[in-house]
């Protein structure tokens, strides 16, 4: 089956969608230690709160979003600005297509542009097909946080991997916005690179 890939800055119209995507892995599994979905308005806040400093993207696969990826502040203290977490969700009737690999890849790049040194993932164990994709991409395994959260009476796991995004610098300059990135071009040339 040929399916239309479409990347694009997220947008707060883009919340009811994403909200959607996000709604079951909070309900039915340890994945996000979540308890309580965020409504709308809530992952509406949420985009706000990321844009513009950082990425967030969706895909659409004809027409309807399949799946988001987006950065976020690492830490707090001065000495972090370079270092980015990501998160990436697709929705179940999506997975395997491509849509993550996709929107990691154009995330990074954009990420690499912005002027970030150092990205890090953290997954809820076992998740294999979530270790896959960050592999995929370039992550290499760190460590482990054992017993970390506990949900659905359990205590799980969260395994962190990282990847270096670019050579490190001795006299690195301020991470930029993502707004002050031309991330259209930068999209249009990652999507024409991996094929649509």
């Not at 270790?131 to 991409?137: K, N, P, S």
């Amino acid at each position: 089956m040929n399916m239309s890939f479409n990347i694009r800055l997220a947008t707060t119209d883009d919340a009811g969608a994403i909200a959607t995507i996000y709604r079951p892995i909070v309900l039915e599994t340890p994945i996000s230690f979540e308890t309580d979905p965020p409504t709308d308005d809530v992952m509406r806040a949420r985009i706000e709160k990321i844009l513009p400093q950082y990425p967030w993207l969706v895909c659409e696969i004809d027409g309807a979003i399949a799946g988001y990826v987006y950065g976020s502040r690492h830490r707090a203290r001065a000495a972090y600005q370079w270092a980015v977490e990501v998160t990436a969700y697709v929705h179940a009737d999506y997975r395997g297509r491509g849509a993550g690999k996709k929107l990691y890849v154009v995330l990074l790049e954009l990420l690499r542009l912005q002027g970030y040194y150092t990205a890090f993932g953290g997954i809820t164990l076992p998740n294999p097909a979530s270790v896959r994709l960050h592999e995929a991409v370039g992550f290499e395994y760190l460590g482990t946080y054992h017993n970390i959260g506990y949900k659905f009476g359990a205590w799980h796991d969260v395994g962190w991997w990282q990847l270096q995004l670019q050579q490190l610098s001795t006299a690195p300059s301020a991470p930029l916005f993502i707004t002050h990135v031309d991330y259209n071009t930068v999209i249009q040339k990652v999507i024409a690179s991996t094929g649509s």
